[in-house]
């Protein structure tokens, strides 16, 4: 089963047809956007392409030292910190949700995450890691409920995760959670109606991609 | 409903990772249970990456933000009074990132040769739908995830222990002078008139509880202090986490260089 959902998205780069030109964007001044950002790492993603990751890698890491020097203040450990940020991002890179996550942010919170742990370490001596409990570091993450069927979940959470962020928050209130549709428009801040409306369109688009799917 | 929400600097503070354990669970905790909060934090992020993580064209952006674009364009904040920040780096090591060749390419190749993480091993983890709970007194309370290293470990977390209403389950966060604990008051149960020699951050998870000032709802988070004084008490029974003597002025880092905190908050 198809659970991550960057598999489907492989069109989104195709070398062959739409080459990106790697080296040229590093001799000159590069132009780099997020959404290069976005096409190298759904490369990484979907082919572990390494000309793509090595883009990434020369973006991102002096950037990453730069902040383990001033966190951590020794050089040694700065590179730890890319090596360990870097790491991360080429072993998950398909578990991150491109459609929906910022690839820069996404690479902060690792490196946060990793640097947090490692301040601690270096003050501790002890090989205890908490970041990616406090922040985790996929979203669906945040939603998994505590119900049997893992399967399911899994699969539900794909289908929530397409759902747009409004939609989702009262679908997870209402059925995660157990909020009243009044408890959830006062913790949102909106009115009932509105909730109701956001979970009858949030419960349509769910119907249709589970429907879709036992075509 | 939750009326008692963190400032947003230690928001800010908690974006940046820049607080103790103790306190950095009990605001990921917080997060957890209310969206507002969830969505600042994600916005502090991506302000947050935006400044350590630019993109080459948003150094004139952020140029026209305060304090903190000000550090990016001139490469220091030395008018603030803040020692040279994280921005001052970027210019140089970046030119002196491409010097070191030899060994970025095997860093580059160590990296590459590590295996995918498989979405089974993963999913263990970073997307566990394991749910977390502790049991005290007979009930069984679920946790934020904030807590998953914590409980069932013995050597991160203490049994619970109490006498009377009051059960406390002491967590190990080596955050100095910082003591974090799970708190259970029993139905009924009542703390007797205190006052905080330090800050105490308390977050309510689970029942209410009421004193003098108000009543509290789960995930209401609190900041007393010694000028504080309460008895607060429980008719359904609750479960608090609290940080007692939690430093409330942040790690150095970007945070301080946020007075007044401006751009990046709005
Ligand atoms: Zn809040």
Redesign the interface.
Known sequence: MQ??RQNQHGSHYDRSSSPINIKGMQDS??????ET?RHWLVAVANH?D?SA??AL??H????????G???LAQQGLA?DL??ET??TV??????FDTDRG?V??W???I???Q??DML?RV??N?E???????????D???H????GD?KL??LL?QYLSKLPKLQR?VVL?IYLQELSQQ?LA????VPLGTIKSRLRLGLEKLKSLLEKHHD | ??KHHPSDEMLLAH???ETV?GL??AL?AHC?L???CAAKVEHF??K???H??????QTSEAARSGAISESVSKGSVDQSGVAS???A??SS??SS?ESQDNS?DS??D???A????S?VE??A???????LATEVKGFSY?LP?????FVANPA?ASSWSGIGHVSRMRLDT?DGKARSSLLHIAAGGEIPEHTHKGQEITLLLHGHFSDEMGDYAPGDFMVTDARHQHTPKTLDGCLCFTVVDAPLHFTK?LSKLLNPIGELIY
């Open positions: 659970i991550f001044k590069p132009d780099i956007s997020e950002l572990r390494k990751f090595r890698f020369d991102f890491g002096p950037k990453v030292r730069s902040f020097m001033s966190r590179m890319v090596q870097l790491t080429w072993t998950k890179a398909h578990l910022n820069s942010t690479v902060y919170a490196m946060r995450n640097c947090f601690r003050q501790h002890r205890d890691a908490f970041g990616d409990d406090i922040w985790p570091l996929f669906v993450d945040t998994a409920g505590d119900h893992h979940d899994a959470n928050e209130g408890e006062d913790r949102l801040g | 409903m939750i974006a940046a990772g354990l950095a669970i990921s957890e209310c969206p507002a992020q991506h947050l990456a935006m350590h993580l630019p993109l080459p064209d920040g994280d921005s780096w970027n090591w970046d990132w970025l860093l580059f160590a990296i590459t590590t295996p995918a993480a979405a993963t999913s983890h970073d997307c566990s739908t394991v749910s679920s995830k904030a807590f998953r290293s991160l080596r880092g």
